[in-house]
């Protein structure tokens, strides 16, 4: 037998449980300037797009939340990593960097990553939390 599930209650329970890091959403506004000096990049100018709570998963992270809640709610996907959000934020726009700003475990491998959004966020009837595909541009620093 099947049984229906509450959103609401799912929701709660997945910004409460999953949605635990400070998560930074930026849009390129033009190219990084050459500093002649170093011959190095310097920052990449952006405009600030979004910043709170959130996550981003791996596809074993995607796993682990489904333990979470207790059923399958994420299907797969080419893209290794999907940014988590609530509902209420901005959808990111495809090219947009998203980073890590603040880990709620010392463990976290995501502090000094950066991704891409592949795609505007995913679309469903019944939405439980913003989903973003993302690709990895930078490794750990």
Not at 62 to 87: C, F, H, K, N
């Amino acid at each position: 037998m099947t049984t229906g599930i509450d959103p609401e209650q799912v929701r709660a329970q997945l910004e409460a449980t999953l949605l635990v890091d400070t998560v930074r959403v930026t849009r390129p506004t033009g190219s990084a300037p050459l500093d002649v000096e170093t011959g190095l990049l310097g920052p990449e100018p952006a405009d600030l797009v979004w910043e709170g709570p959130g996550a981003v998963l791996s596809g074993h992270g995607q796993v682990t939340a489904e333990g979470l809640v207790g059923r399958q709610w994420l299907d797969d996907t080419v893209s290794w990593y999907r940014l988590l959000t609530p509902i209420g934020t901005p959808v990111p726009e495809r090219y947009d960097r998203v980073e890590v700003i603040a880990a709620k475990s010392a463990d976290s491998a995501t502090m000094g990553r950066r991704w891409q959004v592949l795609d505007p966020s995913e679309a469903s009837t019944v939405e439980l939390v913003r989903v973003t595909r993302l690709d990895e541009i930078s490794g750990p620093a």
